[in-house]
């Protein structure tokens, strides 16, 4: 579990609005961060890929999935 969900799932003197709210950041912030990794592996060539143990056929497979399929 990262940082953040462990401040979602933790502390139970949050309000649950407040334990709502963080939830939906947290949500937010892994949707851009999965956006912004998945269009870094897009600008990748094949050699890159290759380094990272990825064949060019997957790389585009995962570089193509939205944003917020895991």
Known sequence: MSPAETLVFRPASLPPLSR???AAA???VTWEARQR???GLQRLDAHLLRDVGIDPMTAE??????FWEA
């Open 61 to 66: 497979a995962e570089a193509n999935r939205r």
């Open 26 to 28: 947290v949500r937010v």
């Open 20 to 22: 709502l709210v963080l």
């Open 37 to 39: 990794t998945r269009k």
